[in-house]
């Protein structure tokens, strides 16, 4: 009867912390950097600061052409969501890339097929629209 109880305390025990854990992994903030690989999501603003912070960063919209062409911003490539797998070698590996669409939906997607492609970029997903030059 003890060896049950002292098992169920230590599961509780071990639940417990995982989960906190875990949450505590999870939460990303613009202080700190993401291991490698790690898909992040950024709010517009925090998408705006991080473009004034990071001049080398490759931003990837891959929303249709015509939802490109009746509004841009400078500095982004056009990569249509539909295309990325044929068109995966034209991102660099020696940039972190933040990915943008209309809603954040296929930039998710976008996300999700680039990072087992390329496992040592970071990636950020604006989850929304727009940013801003």
């Known amino acids: ?13 071990l639940f417990s912390f995982t989960g906190q854990g875990f949450a505590m992994e999870t ?20 998408a705006n600061d991080y473009r004034k912070a990071k001049k080398d960063i490759y931003v990837l919209d891959v929303r249709t052409q015509s939802e490109h062409d009746q509004e841009k911003f400078e500095g982004s490539n056009l990569i249509p969501l539909e295309s ?33 492609r390329l496992p040592n970029t970071k990636i950020y997903v604006l989850n929304g629209f727009p940013i801003y030059p």
């Open 84 to 116: 990325l797998k044929d068109r995966i070698a034209e991102i660099p590996k020696d940039k972190e890339i933040l990915v943008h669409c209309r809603s954040g939906n296929r930039a998710k997607q976008a996300a999700e097929i680039i990072a087992p």
């Open 27 to 46: 939460e990303t903030t613009m202080n700190t950097a993401p291991a490698s690989g790690e898909i992040i999501l950024l709010t517009a603003e925090q």
């Open 1 to 13: 009867m003890k060896n049950i109880f002292i098992v169920k305390l230590c599961l509780f025990i």
